[in-house]
């Protein structure tokens, strides 16, 4: 199971979901505790900027990001629920488990190359809505 949500309800969630994986998508500056419970090499952090456009003074989303979260969800047992979060639950963390976990089938990730091309390809009319002022 996979469960989107934002920063302030991360431990609530961790804790009423027995959530073992955590994937967190904030801004840089963001300030942010380590969740509780989960262990270094099961939580992922990219940090990075909701902006659709390149903006003076902010961090968009990269090549690299992409491949460490598909590496980190090919990884994953899903013997246990993964949280998936960024500042507000609406526009980072969902757009990253809905292409990671929707719109690419496990049985057709044979590399991370292979995932990374398809994911881009199917992003191409995927959209969603960054948060005003790109948090």
Same mark, same amino acid.
């Given at each position: 199971?996979?469960?989107?949500?934002?920063?302030?309800?991360?431990?609530?969630?961790?804790?009423e979901h027995?959530?073992?994986?955590?994937?967190?998508?904030?801004?840089?500056?963001?300030?942010?505790?380590?969740?509780?419970?989960?262990?270094?090499?099961?939580?992922?952090?990219?940090?990075?900027?909701?902006?659709? !456009?390149?903006?003076?003074?902010?961090?968009?989303?990269?090549?690299?990001?992409?491949? @460490? &979260? %598909? =590496? +980190?969800?090919? $990884?994953?047992?899903?013997?246990d629920p993964?949280?998936?979060?960024?500042?507000?639950?609406?526009?980072?963390?969902?757009?990253?488990?809905?292409?990671?976990?929707?719109?690419?089938?496990? !049985?057709?990730?044979?590399?991370?190359?292979?995932?990374?091309?398809?994911?881009?390809? @199917? &992003? %191409? =009319? +995927?959209?969603? $809505?960054?948060?005003?002022?790109?948090?």
């Amino acid at each position: 199971m996979i469960i989107v949500g934002p920063l302030n309800k991360v431990q609530p969630l961790i804790d009423e979901h027995g959530v073992k994986h955590v994937v967190t998508l904030l801004a840089p500056d963001t300030p942010h505790d380590a969740p509780v419970g989960i262990t270094p090499g099961r939580h992922l952090k990219l940090y990075f900027h909701d902006i659709v !456009q390149p903006m003076d003074g902010h961090v968009p989303p990269g090549a690299g990001d992409a491949e @460490k &979260l %598909i =590496s +980190f969800f090919q $990884s994953w047992d899903r013997q246990d629920p993964m949280l998936v979060h960024c500042w507000a639950g609406i526009s980072r963390s969902t757009a990253a488990a809905a292409a990671v976990e929707r719109l690419i089938p496990a !049985q057709q990730c044979t590399s991370i190359g292979s995932c990374l091309s398809q994911l881009w390809k @199917k &992003l %191409i =009319s +995927f959209s969603a $809505s960054p948060a005003p002022g790109g948090t």
